[in-house]
């Protein structure tokens, strides 16, 4: 059980994001992070989400901490750098958890790449945020299945065919929960940085965009050159020299 003294000092950073016919959102943050990028520490402010039954309160999400097993489950969370409430100008990168890319350094794939480079893109603009998306690992499979699906890959099936293969969608992901805490953070419109079509399809459903995205493409290898054409060519993202408008 958390403590009474615990609560005192954890209350003012939580906040509960509602709506009609869904799960709470409890909001915590933010929390002062310095990261190395580079060869400079930037720091940001760092806000992590929990889906909660409705009508909890942040007291009641701390009483249950004790017997939730969060350790055994993913959860969300945001890097937010500059004056992200306030400034005209934000870049946004809504970034799927790559447990190969990003921590492993894969060369299957171009996600380690896209989350720093993202970083080095909003630090450079003065204004951004990164949200890193628990739940999206293998586009929505979670990691021992993209496991199963490396090995059809292996064998000589494409990203999409590996998923069909599992009786999965191309790409299952969902934005609203992260677009639920965008708008919390945030009421002016953001700047994209992405190549996915359905991700600025998904925040202009909510009025958020600007009139442009940003692509991002890079670390191309002959070990994921077929991964990126795939992309392309089955799951309709936007060439490096092509832009799409945005309305």
Known sequence: ?????????????????????Q?????VGPVRLPVQLDDQIVTFNW???????????PVDVLDSLSQTTLAEMQQSSVLVYGEFDTEDEALIRMHSICHTGDIFGSKRCDCGFQLRESMRMIVSNGCGALFYL???EGRGIGLFTKSLAYILQEEGLDTVEANHALGFEDD??????AIRVLTELRAKP???????????????????????????????SDYNKNYLAT??????????DEKIAIG
Not at 13 to 19: L, P, V, Y
Not at 23 to 27: A, K, M, T
Not at 172 to 177: A, G, H, I, L, W
Not at 201 to 220: F, N, Y
């Open 1 to 21: 059980m958390v403590t009474n003294e615990a609560k005192s000092l954890l209350l003012n950073k939580m906040k509960m994001i509602q709506k009609a016919d």
């Open 23 to 27: 799960q709470d959102i409890c909001l």
């Open 47 to 57: 806000y992590t989400w929990l889906k909660v039954e409705r009508e909890m309160s």
């Open 134 to 136: 628990a739940n999206h």
């Open 172 to 177: 299952s992901r969902n934005y609203e929960d």
């Open 190 to 220: 953001v700047t994209l940085i992405t190549n996915n079509p359905k991700k600025l399809a998904a925040l202009q459903k909510h009025g958020l965009l600007s009139d442009t995205h940003i692509p991002l493409w890079g670390d191309v």
């Open 231 to 240: 992309k392309v060519e089955k799951s309709g993202h936007i060439p490096s």
